[in-house]
């Protein structure tokens, strides 16, 4: 079945240190959402990318959806102690279906 | 703003009791969906629900497993027979009428545990 895993698994950063979490799926994706979930939290929607090589970016956090549209990525800048929680794709295999593949996920700490 | 509710936030029960988690989405949204996490890992897809029916159901909803949307607000999962591997926080899920391209909200949760 289709699969999205995310890399890495974890990551601490220092604040004000650049991070990353690359999102790859075995299908092409017809479209992606990106989720961020903190300790104890719900998922809540950060943003969807739809175009193949599609950027969007909000404020420090940089979105890439890949030209093949299999994958993605999130990038923020100079990382603050508010960015810590647990970042996930979601993966839309194809138009007109309700089923979203969540990525394994990156749980990211950032340290004072 | 308005928020995806759920109840009960907590919900403990023996194996093999049935089970029923309730989701009130937000008011003017046409899709929702339940989605589980075992605890510190990721978000399974279960089933997504539209115009009073099913649309789409994991590997995971088996016969085990229904959805209701009783009354027009209410939107419920029912585990009829629980084992103790369904033990995980369930989520509800709901989004606006453009499919794919609308995000989706997600209630708070329930934390399910199975004795």
Redesign the interface.
């Known amino acids: 079945?289709q699969q999205v895993m995310q890399i890495p698994q974890y990551q601490h950063v220092q604040e004000g240190e650049d991070f990353t979490t690359y999102c790859n799926s075995s299908t092409t994706l017809?479209?992606i959402?990106w989720?961020k979930?903190r300790p104890g939290?719900?998922?809540?929607?950060l943003i969807?990318l739809?175009k193949s090589g599609e950027v969007k970016k909000q404020k420090r956090l940089t979105f890439q959806f890949g030209e093949a549209k299999k994958n993605s990525s999130l990038h923020i800048t100079a990382t603050q102690t508010t960015d810590v929680g647990t970042y996930?794709c979601?993966g839309?295999k194809t138009?007109?279906?309700?089923?979203?593949?969540?990525?394994?996920?990156t749980r990211l700490k950032v340290l004072a | 703003e308005p928020e995806v509710t759920q109840t009960p936030s907590h919900q403990v029960t023996q194996m093999g009791q049935e089970v029923i988690l309730r989701c009130v989405p937000i008011s003017n949204h046409l899709?929702f969906?339940w989605?589980r996490q075992i605890l510190g890992q990721?978000?399974?897809?279960l089933v997504?629900f539209?115009n009073n029916e099913i649309?789409?159901k994991?590997?995971i909803f088996d016969d085990q497993f229904s959805v209701e949307r009783p009354d027009g607000s209410n939107f419920t999962l029912k585990i009829r027979s629980t084992k103790l591997e369904d033990s995980a926080m369930y989520?509800c899920?709901s989004s606006h009428a453009d499919?794919?391209?609308q995000?989706?909200?997600?209630?708070?949760?329930t934390r399910l545990s199975i004795l």
């Open positions: 079945g017809s479209n959402q989720y979930q939290g719900h998922p809540v929607f969807q739809v996930f979601a839309l138009s007109g279906t309700y089923k979203y593949i969540f990525g394994t996920g | 899709y969906y989605y990721k978000v399974e897809f997504s539209y649309s789409e994991s590997e989520f899920a499919r794919e391209f995000p989706q909200h997600f209630g708070d949760g």
